[in-house]
C-alpha cells in the first residue's frame, strides 16, 4: 500500500484488459487464471466469490515467498482464512486492494499489526500510552478554558482515539482504508487536529517496537496518515 493511496477505495471502470497476477476481467465475469492452484469463473457481482478468489491470492502469494519461514506462512493463512475480507464488494474493491499488495511482505506486515492489534486490553493499552504522552507535550487547557471541561474532553479524547485504533485494525485486516461514517466522522473531527495528530505520531513512533519487521511501522504510518486526512478534509 502506497502513501499517496487514496483513503476511498479506487474504482475502474474499464476492466477489460486489467490484471490481477495472471487474472483477466471483462464486462462479465471474473476470470482467475491460476490463483493458486484453482482456476475460477466468477460472478463479478458475487460477493463471496469475490472474496474467495482473494483469499486465492493471498494464499498463492504466501506460498511463493523465499523469505518467510513455513510456520509463519501456515499461521498467515490460517489467519486470513478465519478473518475474511468482508469488504470486497464488487470488482472494483477486489482490484483496488489486489493493487496496494506489492508481494508476501506486505500481507505479513499486516497479519502483523492485526494480531497485535486484536484484543481489547492492546488497543486500550495503546490508547492510554498515547493519551498520557500527547497531554504530557501539549497543554490541553489551550483547547478548553473551563477546568471542569478539561476532564470530559480527556475522557472523550480517549474513547475517540480507541475508535481510531480499531479502524486500524479493521482496516488492516481487510488490506485497504476503509471510509469512516459520517456521524464518526463529526465525532473524531470535534478533536483538536493537534492533539489528534500528536497522539497519532505516539502510535506511528510505538509501531516501531511492536515487532522486529520493519515494515510493520511504514504500514501503520501510512494507514494512519490516510485516517487523520479522512477526520479532517
Known sequence: ??????????????LRNS??????INSDTLHANQIGNNTFNININDSFQLQQIFQEF???????????????????IGYFNQNKNSEINGKDDLLSIVEKIGNSETIYSHYLIAKYLETNKARC????????STLRNIDINKFYKKDENVYKAVKVFCDLLFVCLEWLYNSVKSFSALRIKDKDKKRLSSCPYELMEYAFGVLKKEAE??????EVAKEVEIYLNLLLRQIYD
Open 125 to 132: 493499552n495503546l490508547t492510554m500510552f498515547a493519551i498520557a
Open 58 to 76: 493471498l494464499v498463492a502469494k504466501i506460498e511463493k515467498s523465499v523469505t518467510l519461514p513455513e510456520k509463519d506462512k501456515k499461521d498467515v
Open 19 to 24: 490484471q490481477i497476477s495472471g487474472s483477466i
Open 209 to 214: 517496537g511492536w515487532t522486529e519487521n520493519a
Open 1 to 14: 500500500m502506497s502513501e499517496s493511496d487514496d483513503s476511498k477505495k479506487v474504482s475502474n471502470n474499464d
